[in-house]
């Protein structure tokens, strides 16, 4: 598979040929996509996917894959071996193993014992809530705690004693020592470490202090050669701690950070905490329930790689945040399926249709194109009988205006079949129309009448005796509006709920090649929608999600 790398003219791209014309870090190019395994990955993660890896690639560099594995209480291996999967299926593949910043721990703690040494570092023993009062604010510096001014000999025994699990959860922090006055409040002496007396998935009971992100993310670029540490938009201010720790510690090799903004999606919400409760609470059926703008949701959804990447090169990169249009996305993945994705008959609402003068217990067969986008895809042969169904939508027994499709005395035409014209309602006691009585032309064999007449509905068909059933399974979006994060004084995302977000239509009718599809195989409905196979398809059932409906939203 060939990837498309971030094309020129994006600001990171343009960093980077700078570097490499100055020779900065000797041409070399080295990225690395760090993902807390905390959650599963989602869209917003692609673009971070594909900047890394794409730029990686494009200047013949390497990206790591690094799981930031430094919070045992919130991670899990499920997480971990997710994002591998998500990070394969955009079509990526990382540079050598699997890197992981608990591969650093004990590195990590030599360096902070060095901060240390070099009076750079202290043991802090104010409760978490005096340390906060002790910060200050935006406008007012900072307080210096009573414990700042510990001797280093202090400092290093209380550490070691940190970490030989002497002291419970919150007794101690270790701080970098740098300026309680500083107007950005992470450098106002960041905590380094914390004590977690917590199981952790790779390094077990070793550990009861783990490192704090800004102290480790640093390190862990820094030991691994990054060249281009790219991150979102948020780290900004946390460049100066970034450099601080390197320059402090005078590491061989200094990576540098640089910031992009977010991906943001309309309707839907972009955090893994904020997953993990629509997860948690059930108002999805998963991780990757195909309303989710997970990875593994989209997956499941059908959206393919190709749009999601599609989608990244066009949204680009940024230095100011912004949301991008839900329909941008479903207008990449119609484009991609419009191209790929098979033609077929289905009806989701079926309606039988009954053609009274056509002979019982023939059964006829018809060309249908496969798709009009690429001949190459070829024809396939339909059964047609007596009896089809057609959508209870196609039909109305009082039509309203402009209404061309079926009613009673109206001709239309059954796709690559037959001209059909209306002759008579069958109606159950209450009155619902149950049945359609037709008679068919058989002069308009395929489709067209030899004499030149026109219709102007034509409607696809299912013949009754060769139908497949399915279960499908329609989706709109999650939340109701468009920023689902605006909420008033006291309430949450959740009060944005759609409770409309899935429809479940129990009984569709296929017709016969539809019944072998597998799991993740696309089609194109006609007139209704782009379709993939459900994971919960059985041999007895099939099971269908839309993946995206045929109208497209978003003007370009
Ligand atoms: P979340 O807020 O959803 O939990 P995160 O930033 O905590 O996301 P990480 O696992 O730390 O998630 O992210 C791994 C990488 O992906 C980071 O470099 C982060 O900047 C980037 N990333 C996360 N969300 C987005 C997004 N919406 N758009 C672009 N990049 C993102
Ligand atoms: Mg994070």
């Known amino acids: 598979m060939t990837i498309e790398a971030p ?6 791209r343009d960093i980077i040929e700078e570097d490499n014309r100055t020779g900065k870090h000797g041409g070399r190019v080295a990225t690395r996509f760090p993902p807390e395994p905390n959650g599963y990955l989602h869209i917003g993660h692609s673009k971070s996917i594909w900047i890394n890896f794409g730029l990686a690639a494009a200047f013949g560099g390497t990206c790591n894959l690094r799981f930031d594995d430094t919070n045992p209480v919130k991670e899990d291996v499920e997480y971990v071996e997710s994002i591998q999967h998500d990070i394969k299926w955009l079509g990526y593949r990382w540079h050598g193993e699997v890197k992981y910043a608990s591969d650093y721990f004990d590195q990590l703690y030599e360096y902070a014992v060095q901060l240390i040494k070099l009076g750079k570092a202290y043991v802090e023993s104010l409760s978490a809530e005096d340390m906060k009062a002790y910060r200050g604010t935006l406008t007012e510096p900072g307080k210096e705690s009573p414990y700042r001014n510990r001797s280093v000999e202090e400092n290093l025994d209380l550490f070691e004693r940190m970490k030989n699990g002497e002291f419970p959860n ?15 409040i992470n450098m106002r002496d960041p905590t380094l470490y914390r004590i977690i007396h917590a199981h952790h998935h790779r390094t077990g009971d070793k550990w009861c202090i783990y490192p704090m992100y800004d102290f480790t993310h640093c390190l862990s670029d820094m030991l691994e050669g990054i060249t281009h540490s790219i991150c979102t938009l948020e780290f900004e201010d946390h460049r100066p701690l970034y450099d601080w720790c390197l320059e402090t510690l005078q590491t061989p090799c200094h990576p540098q950070q640089i910031e992009f903004a977010r991906l943001n999606l309309t309707y839907t919400v972009m ?13 999805v059926r998963g991780w990757d329930d195909p309303r989710m703008p997970t990875l593994a949701g989209m997956r499941r959804r059908g959206y393919t790689p190709e749009a999601i990447r599609v989608l990244a090169e066009k949204v680009g990169v940024a230095k100011a945040n912004s949301v991008v249009d839900f329909a941008l996305l479903e207008h990449c993945v119609r484009e991609d399926m419009n191209r790929r994705a098979a033609r077929r008959m289905a009806v989701l609402r079926p309606l039988k ?6 002979p019982e217990g023939q059964v006829e067969e018809f060309d249908a194109i496969n798709n009009p986008e690429d001949t190459s895809a070829g ?3 339909v059964p047609f009988s007596r009896e089809v169904y057609i959508e209870q939508d196609d039909f109305r027994e009082v039509p309203p205006p402009k209404y061309h499709r079926l009613y009673p005395g109206n ?4 796709k690559a079949a037959y001209y059909v014209k209306c002759t008579d309602v069958i109606k159950d006691a209450e009155g619902n129309v149950v049945e359609v009585h037709c008679t068919y032309d058989p002069e308009t064999r395929g489709g067209t009448s030899s004499d030149g007449r026109k219709v102007r509905g034509t409607s696809h068909w299912v013949s009754v005796p060769h139908a497949k059933r399915a279960e499908v399974r329609l989706y709109s979006h999650l939340f109701t509006v468009p920023n689902p994060n605006e909420v008033p004084e006291g309430q949450d995302f959740i009060m944005h709920l759609n409770p409309n977000s899935l429809e479940v239509v129990e009984n569709a009718a296929l017709e016969p090649s539809l019944g072998n599809l597998m799991t993740g195989e696309f089609v194109q409905f006609e007139r209704t929608g782009y379709f993939s196979v459900d994971p919960d398809r059985t041999p007895e059932k099939m ?8 109208k497209d939203s978003f003007k370009v």
């Open 7 to 12: 094309v020129a003219g994006n600001f990171i």
């Open 170 to 184: 919150g007794a101690h922090v270790l701080r970098a020592r740098i300026d309680m006055a500083s107007p950005n």
């Open 271 to 283: 955090s893994k905490r904020k997953f993990l409760r629509l997860v948690n609470d059930n108002h």
């Open 353 to 358: 249709l009954v053609i009274t003068n056509y």
């Open 379 to 381: 024809t396939r042969k």
């Open 411 to 414: 001709e239309i035409r059954l």
């Open 543 to 550: 099971v269908f999600n839309r993946t995206v409906t045929l």
